[in-house]
């Protein structure tokens, strides 16, 4: 640099090549240096890639340290080379060279320390550790066991600090931040990892505006600069509307082609399979507009199976409601409940489509965040429709307009939780929480039938001056993804697992001895046929 | 406060006390609030304490909401209530309340706040979050294992991220820092946690010193303010040293009592066991002068079993090479390498007993840090030792002065290991490591004849042109309990696990069914007789 003129300095860094046996260009991850090596030093071309220390005076070469040699590498570290994921998996220690998975990794640290700043030093929240080793939540079956050392008992690693945050708000401990680490055993699902992060904030004596306003201000502080600032707050839709203009609970709001309810232009129609749907409960007919969805084959004309079946007031009628231009593709969709997440997934399908023909749908430098509020409480159970189950936890407090039906209705309760969506993830949720042991036990208990002696303890913190109180997780490896544009979580994360959750690099899972395994006072069922494939 | 005069304010906080039905006094970790209640409210005496939200207008208070009531709690929050350990653990809600463990939370996040912005905004390191399910590691009998839902696989919950920050090196982050939690399987030990946090640091390009100002400039940086501030640099002594003045390897500095070696005093003794012990090989005869360790019955007049056996001018020579007077007390110990151990823990249980008696003899408020350093890379295993194994872990490089015996005589070779000593406690460990692939291949297969194959990544790696680079671990729980003065880790902890790794408040580790096992593969080996224990 400038200001090191004339002085004599050491550096030290990867050699990227050397140039005509003259020059060697010496790399390291804030960028590239070349050297002039004197003539009488050219046996520096019996490296391809070494680590250097050069001492340099005056732009002068004084001496050249050889600090390590290095063996003919599996793949190139430039950029330009592709590999493919399993190789860039296996030698994960030479993938993370590349220039964007260095970005990735040095943008996730300055993101979450910018976030422990907005949140320690800015609003006084305290960064509490919480234990990974727990006992089995209820209905836990996606978290992973650890064998203890006393005969059939096991500790869990739990799959978000819930319970601990809430009992930390019953401890005084009134506004409690983690980056914690969570746990979650799915077996293979894309893009997931057994083990993830979140950035888990609780507070006390806090309304879902005093939460939504906080994250607003976190996401701000932290976003990177080289980005276009973030603008607040952001906009806030119901989860009813939510499913109505878009299908989904987390809608991607950088494109319209919302969903057009047009029941209406039907409501007389002799098309069988449509007057059955539109008679039963809930029955509707759904559209959405694709523009220049078909484009290719516009002449102004209908083609649709349909076209024969519907009078021609019908038709006017549908295509001033769609707003359809010549050119544009209607979907349509009849029936119930299943009727809009349908055409949700068509929505997005289309926009892939339509980019993947090169029609600018989404910018790919928005970023669009958005709150989805107003959820169900409670869902009807897939096995048992007659049952209930927590649409996300049951900690989770009714609306306040809606809480005295928690003892009549329960169904109808909507509940106080709150999704942050961005780009159509779903990147954070949270709720007010329930603090009066009596309604947590009621929830626990008679809607839920749930065994509550399994959360006694918890019933019990309420049950001891526990003050109202909420809280958010987000997901920080998604939240990441999509700053930096990468296809997958595993592109911010240091060393993640592959799909089937092995660390490739190391062979992890591995085999265990029979031996090691006794102290634990375990041993492996061996499916039958497959103790072949025991290694040890 | 007074710039809130004339504003209408709502406090929110637990009622402590309420005083005459007239007054109630508000607290949360900030402190107390006296709250008047008009004449026509007193209804509230009927509570002991709840949670409240009181609006009150240029000191009169305008409403009262409680927002939570509270049952008989199972012991009162005031500082002066003892309880005992398994009740506060119970209810570690509560405890957590107390202004002490409020004090000890906060200073934590305070403290761990101004280490990242010291790493990570001062030094440019980069916080890199490394995995918790890994491989077991060749001899990792301390590792807790996780089974996969692949029959026979386990991941392993890994020590320390030391496999991971060298990976990180060679990968081109050339500063890593986090705040890495471990585990340690190590059934029950005092004042051990089989979860633990370490402020894990890895630098390449650097040496023992680099490391070592660094740390120094962490400590002073991040040190609590209200607390005496740390003077830099901390002293330095070699392992040789600690053992022959202290008898130990990380010597409490706070008192001196140094061992002295009086064997010369004792090189003609006709006293049979100390002429036996000065014969071996090794031999010497050992001694710590307690000054006043013996006031109570001091006269002038040597008091010992030795007395009439030692021969006028050797007990002068002895008390002269003690600089004993009159009340101290002089003990002696003579053998061979078990002679300055034994030594250096009758100094630190003399110590204790003059303080349990009011004798000052080390300042409470005083920290010593103290840097050790240069000790043996390898011993001799306990169970045979003819054999070799890493004092501290395979991966430590050996001193330059050394390295030329790391061929020849292994045994010795001193490592590019320090320890970080706090008043008596390891706070800390870290080294330089090996970087050439060739030189940890020879430690892993000829010296510790170790199988190569299960760090094959790891020398994978070292040959794809690893940079020099060496780092070191922080005890962040040990640290915090000397700084607060705690009697144990469990204090500076949120939610510890008592000695014998169980969760007291949530029942952890609790019993799993024998169906949630089976999706891993896994059955419970019942000891004979046990199985009746069986809650499932």
């Given at each position: 640099r400038p200001a090191d003129v004339g002085e004599e300095v050491t550096l030290c860094g990867w050699v990227q090549y050397l140039r005509q046996d003259l020059f060697v260009i010496m790399r390291d991850f804030s960028g590239l240096a070349q050297i002039l090596i004197p003539q009488d030093e050219v046996r520096l071309q019996v490296a391809v890639t070494f680590t250097i220390s050069a001492i340099v005076n005056d732009s002068i070469l004084i001496s050249v340290e050889i600090l390590n040699v290095c063996r003919k590498l599996p793949f190139e570290i430039k950029d330009f080379v592709k590999k493919s994921e399993s190789l860039r998996m296996q030698y994960r220690y030479l993938d993370l060279r590349s220039s964007q998975m260095q970005y990735n990794l040095r943008l996730r640290s300055q993101l979450v320390m910018k976030m422990r700043e907005y949140l320690c030093n800015v609003h006084g929240f305290v960064d509490v550790e919480t234990p990974t080793l727990f006992k089995r939540t209820p209905g836990g079956a996606k978290e992973f066991v650890v064998p203890s050392r006393e005969p059939g008992r096991f500790y869990s690693l739990p799959q978000s600090p819930q319970q601990f945050k809430q009992l930390l708000m019953v401890a005084g401990i009134d506004r409690y931040f983690q980056l914690a680490r969570c746990y979650r055993d799915e077996g293979s699902k894309p893009d997931r990892q057994p083990e993830f992060t979140q950035v888990d904030?609780?507070?006390?004596?806090?309304?879902?505006?005093?939460?939504?306003?906080?994250?607003?201000?976190?996401?701000?502080?932290?976003?990177?600069?080289?980005?276009?600032?973030?603008?607040?707050?952001?906009?806030?839709?119901?989860?009813?509307?939510?499913?109505?203009?878009?299908?989904?609970?987390?809608?991607?709001?950088?494109?319209?082609?919302?969903?057009?309810?047009?029941?209406?232009?039907?409501?007389?129609?002799?098309?069988?399979?449509?007057?059955?749907?539109?008679?039963?409960?809930?029955?509707?007919?759904?559209?959405?507009?694709?523009?220049?969805?078909?484009?290719?084959?516009?002449?102004?004309?209908?083609?649709?199976?349909?076209?024969?079946?519907?009078?021609?007031?019908?038709?006017?009628?549908?295509?001033?409601?769609?707003?359809?231009?010549?050119?544009?593709?209607?979907?349509?969709?009849?029936?119930?409940?299943?009727?809009?997440?349908?055409?949700?997934?068509?929505?997005l399908q289309c926009a892939e489509l339509l980019e993947g023909s090169g029609v600018a749908v989404r910018d790919p430098s928005a970023f669009h965040f958005l709150w989805v509020v107003d959820f169900p409480l409670f869902l009807p159970k897939e096995e048992d429709p007659d049952q209930l189950e927590s649409a996300h936890h049951p900690f989770t407090a009714p609306l306040p307009e809606d809480a005295h039906l928690l003892y009549s209705l329960p169904h109808k309760v909507r509940g106080q939780h709150y999704d942050l969506v961005l780009n159509g993830c779903e990147i954070g949720g949270?709720?007010?929480?329930?603090?009066?042991?009596?309604?947590?036990?009621?929830?626990?208990?008679?809607?839920?039938?749930?065994?509550?002696?399994?959360?006694?303890?918890?019933?019990?913190?309420?049950?001891?001056?526990?003050?109202?109180?909420?809280?958010?997780?987000?997901?920080?490896?998604?939240?990441?993804?999509?700053?930096?544009?990468?296809?997958?979580?595993?592109?911010?994360?240091?060393?993640?697992?592959?799909?089937?959750?092995?660390?490739?690099?190391?062979?992890?899972?591995?085999?265990?001895?029979?031996?090691?395994?006794?102290?634990?006072?375990?041993?492996?069922?061996?499916?039958?046929?497959?103790?072949?494939?025991?290694?040890?």
């Open positions: 904030i609780e507070m006390s004596f806090v309304d879902q505006a005093g939460i939504r306003g906080l994250i607003e201000g976190l996401v701000q502080y932290s976003w990177p600069v080289e980005k276009d600032p973030v603008s607040t707050p952001f906009p806030c839709i119901t989860y009813e509307k939510a499913m109505k203009d878009y299908g989904v609970d987390k809608p991607d709001t950088r494109f319209a082609m919302k969903l057009m309810d047009i029941s209406k232009t039907f409501h007389n129609t002799e098309i069988e399979f449509l007057k059955d749907a539109l008679n039963q409960p809930g029955g509707c007919i759904q559209a959405i507009c694709i523009p220049d969805g078909a484009v290719s084959t516009a002449d102004g004309a209908l083609k649709s199976p349909l076209n024969r079946l519907m009078p021609a007031s019908a038709k006017q009628q549908l295509l001033q409601m769609a707003q359809a231009r010549p050119g544009d593709l209607l979907l349509i969709s009849a029936g119930t409940q299943e009727c809009r997440p349908l055409l949700g997934k068509l929505r949270g709720s007010i929480r329930i603090h009066k042991a009596s309604d947590q036990q009621h929830v626990l208990e008679t809607i839920l039938k749930e065994d509550p002696s399994l959360l006694s303890h918890l019933l019990e913190a309420l049950d001891s001056g526990a003050p109202p109180h909420g809280g958010i997780a987000l997901g920080l490896d998604r939240f990441l993804s999509i700053i930096v544009g990468a296809p997958s979580i595993r592109d911010v994360i240091a060393f993640p697992k592959s799909f089937r959750g092995h660390d490739l690099m190391s062979r992890a899972p591995d085999f265990v001895s029979e031996d090691e395994l006794k102290s634990y006072h375990i041993a492996v069922n061996w499916p039958a046929g497959d103790e072949g494939n025991q290694e040890k």
